[in-house]
């Protein structure tokens, strides 16, 4: 994918594995930390599906957003069965390229990478004025909370499949490599 705009020269494309050290880079430079980068090296190495996104610029990668899996504890259809659910986390851009639409693009072509695995739904702990122009709403609408003790708004949650989540409430359960983060 490229875009208009200040995304115009901009490439979405999956992660491969000589984009590792890369990826590394830009968590580490977008949090000025190594967790989140820690993070998706487990989540890499442990959980599936794990989609994971590059954004490319003139041949160096300035974005990476990352796709886990999650679950739900609570009540739900015996009868049905249970639909991938996704947690997006993280999204990193290099701090040099924040503000220009990397996250967006990233974000963007991720949920439509998640659509095509047949993922039914999302979620994402994140700001809550940002989110929702990707489609996300509160999760609490939907009867879902966080696992983690977060404010009720900034736990939020798309459906990429209308109804995947009907019948379905009670506690998100991020993969296990989030509890070292």
Same mark, same amino acid.
Do not use: K
């Given at each position: 994918?490229? &875009?208009?705009?200040?995304?115009?020269?901009?490439?979405?494309?999956?992660?491969?594995?000589?984009?590792?050290?890369?990826?590394?880079?830009?968590?580490?430079?977008?949090?000025?930390?190594?967790?989140?980068?820690?993070?998706?090296?487990?989540?890499?190495?442990?959980?599936?599906?794990?989609?994971?996104?590059?954004?490319?610029?003139?041949?160096?990668?300035?974005?990476?957003?990352?796709?886990?899996?999650?679950?739900?504890?609570?009540?739900?259809?015996?009868?049905?069965?249970?639909?991938?659910?996704?947690?997006?986390?993280?999204?990193?851009?290099?701090?040099?390229?924040?503000?220009?639409?990397?996250?967006?693009?990233?974000?963007?072509? &991720?949920?439509?990478?998640?659509?095509?695995?047949?993922?039914?739904?999302?979620?994402?702990? &994140?700001?809550?004025?940002?989110?929702?122009?990707?489609?996300?709403?509160?999760?609490?609408?939907?009867?879902?909370?966080?696992?983690?003790?977060?404010?009720?708004?900034?736990?939020?949650?798309?459906?990429?499949?209308?109804?995947?989540?009907?019948?379905?409430? &009670?506690?998100?359960?991020?993969?296990?490599?989030?509890?070292?983060?």
């Amino acid at each position: 994918m490229t &875009g208009e705009g200040p995304v115009a020269d901009l490439t979405i494309r999956p992660e491969t594995p000589d984009d590792l050290d890369a990826v590394r880079l830009v968590n580490e430079a977008a949090f000025g930390q190594p967790a989140e980068a820690d993070l998706v090296d487990a989540l890499r190495r442990s959980s599936r599906p794990f989609l994971s996104m590059v954004a490319e610029r003139s041949g160096t990668v300035v974005g990476h957003v990352a796709f886990s899996p999650v679950t739900i504890n609570g009540p739900h259809p015996s009868d049905a069965t249970p639909p991938i659910l996704l947690g997006l986390a993280p999204v990193a851009v290099r701090p040099g390229e924040q503000g220009r639409g990397v996250g967006s693009a990233l974000i963007r072509s &991720g949920l439509e990478a998640c659509r095509a695995i047949g993922a039914g739904a999302i979620v994402v702990l &994140g700001h809550p004025t940002y989110y929702p122009r990707f489609g996300f709403e509160v999760a609490a609408r939907l009867g879902l909370r966080c696992e983690y003790d977060v404010p009720e708004d900034a736990f939020l949650v798309v459906e990429l499949i209308p109804g995947a989540l009907d019948g379905r409430s &009670g506690t998100v359960r991020y993969h296990e490599a989030f509890s070292a983060v």
